[in-house]
């Protein structure tokens, strides 16, 4: 497991592999499968699943659910294609449910 150096670290909140910075978060404002989520630029120790279309609150995109490398529990996706030209910012970035990361050494 890559360990990730910084004073606020997200982990999988099964197994506490260290899986995104706090300083990566673009936003807060947004939705997931199960309540609130953060949009972040870079991801580590994650594993990226199929592609496939899906419709969200923004329209439709191509995304691909993400996992945590060492327990496999999903943690959100990670959006490939944004179809509206106002989402394509959203391209390459990733979604994790609040819900699924906890917070180390804050």
């Known amino acids: 497991m890559a360990e990730l150096v910084g004073p606020r670290v997200y982990s999988c909140c099964n197994c506490r592999n260290h899986v995104c910075l706090h300083d990566d978060i673009i936003s807060k404002a947004f939705q997931g499968r199960n309540g609130r989520a953060?949009?972040?630029?870079h991801a580590m120790?994650?594993?990226v699943g199929p592609k496939e279309d899906r419709q969200l609150i923004t329209g439709l995109h191509t995304?691909?659910?993400?996992?945590c490398r060492d327990c496999r529990e999903v943690l959100g996706w990670?959006?490939?294609r944004a179809y509206e030209e106002t989402q394509k910012y959203k391209e390459g970035k990733f979604i994790?449910?609040?819900s699924k990361i906890v917070k180390?050494?804050?």
Request: net charge negative; hydrophobic share 50%; charged share 30%.
């Open 45 to 47: 120790n994650i594993v």
């Open 78 to 80: 990670k959006y490939e």
């Open 38 to 41: 953060f949009l972040f630029s």
């Open 63 to 67: 995304v691909a659910d993400i996992y």
């Open 96 to 98: 994790f449910e609040k």
């Open 104 to 106: 180390e050494n804050w």
